[in-house]
């Protein structure tokens, strides 16, 4: 099954300081349509997205690591690879949930490293 490395989700303790200086200073631009209060998402003028994610919403059992990465990996779906990665063993940690433009789970790397498996509705797809 094939992955893309679709977002780089950074963790911060004041999503709105970082957000200025994401936006304001580094010139990136705020989807808000893909943004929440706790989560901004944010294209560079190249490259791969990133969002800015609360601390907060780390889950249970996961210490607030402020500076603390997730990797997001985009597939063509999600079901599939859901069912591959249960069958596989690897720990997933929510069952598949909307997030408003999409779908998304998060599970943990064989290190315990925090990994968000997303596929995006056709409309929302860049």
Not at 39 to 57: D, R
Not at 101 to 118: D, K, M, N, T, Y
Request: glycine share 10%.
């Amino acid at each position: 099954m094939p992955y893309g490395f679709g977002l780089l989700g950074l963790y911060v303790q004041d999503i709105e300081k970082a957000q200025q200086f994401y936006v304001d200073f580094l010139g990136m631009t705020l989807v808000p349509e893909n943004s929440t209060p706790s989560f901004v998402y944010l294209l560079p003028t190249k490259g791969t997205p990133i969002a800015l994610q609360a601390a907060s919403t780390l889950p249970a059992g996961s210490p607030p690591q402020v500076g603390g990465f997730e990797l997001n990996l985009e597939v063509e779906d999600l079901k599939a690879t859901w069912q591959a990665w249960q069958d596989r063993g690897v720990e997933i940690l929510n069952e598949i949930t909307d997030m408003g433009v999409g779908h998304w789970f998060r599970a943990r790397g064989p290190e315990g490293q925090l990994i968000s498996v997303f596929q995006m509705y056709p409309q929302t797809a860049q």
